[in-house]
């Protein structure tokens, strides 16, 4: 079966650390992968994605990720984070027509 | 340009009751997607219509249902509400039915309350 596991529900961190949100996945097929991220009060949006080629993606905002095949995993780092950081992120895997999303990693960045 | 517009943005019914949900895609987007959020957890995929015609179906009851219009506007009906339909409701729309040409645009939801 297709599922995605996000290994922390809630993160707290100050301004200017090092962000990593673990996640992995199972699929079958071909892994087409994605981080969004839901800011307080707004949709989800786009981060980053993962279809092929380089295994280290860099999305928006100084998001980066890196697919590593052999754990199946794609966990999210941020070198510093920021106040504006604070939202709840999802990992997911594109499978038969639609997202598997993750539960969710709430981070809250504090001043 | 506008984006996935969704209305209403809260509901409250009674159970038992019906409840029907509205999704504008973004102009030109041909793929209406819907996802129930349950606090604490990931989106969980409902529908999936394309050009019309469903693409997709997730792991909900028969009470959910779902249509696009001609305009590629789409709803989702949902029939005797139960507690824990208590939800996000999520549309997303993309320019076709597949990832991997086009990722998804989510609106802000419909936020159910059933009592």
């Known amino acids: 079966a297709q599922s995605v596991s996000q290994h922390n529900h809630h993160v707290i961190l100050s301004e200017a650390a090092s962000l990593e949100l673990g996640c992995n996945y199972s699929?079958?097929?071909?892994?087409?992968l994605f981080w969004y991220v839901q800011y307080p009060g707004q949709h989800l949006q786009l981060l980053l994605k993962y279809f092929s080629g380089d295994p280290l993606v860099k999305g928006i905002k100084g998001f980066e990720a890196e697919f590593i095949k052999s754990k199946f995993s794609f966990n999210l780092r941020k070198p510093s984070v920021q106040w504006s950081d604070t939202a709840e992120y999802f990992c997911?895997?594109?499978?038969?027509?639609?997202?598997?999303f993750g539960a969710g990693t709430r981070l809250a960045v504090h001043p | 340009d506008a984006g996935v517009t969704q209305s209403p943005t809260h509901l409250i019914k009674t159970r038992g009751q019906q409840v029907t949900l509205r999704c504008s895609p973004i102009s030109g987007h041909k793929s209406v997607s819907w996802y129930q959020q349950v606090l604490g957890q990931g989106p969980q995929f409902i529908f999936q219509y394309y050009e019309k015609e469903e693409r997709g179906r997730g792991n909900f009851p028969d009470r959910f249902s779902a249509r696009q219009f001609p305009n590629y506007s789409s709803e989702l009906n949902v029939n005797a509400l139960l507690l824990g339909d208590s939800a996000l409701y999520l549309c997303a729309s993309s320019l076709g039915s597949g990832q991997t040409k086009s990722p998804l645009h989510f609106g802000n939801g419909t936020r159910l309350t059933v009592t």
């Open positions: 699929y079958g097929g071909t892994v087409n």
């Open positions: 997911a895997v594109w499978g038969y027509n639609k997202l598997i």
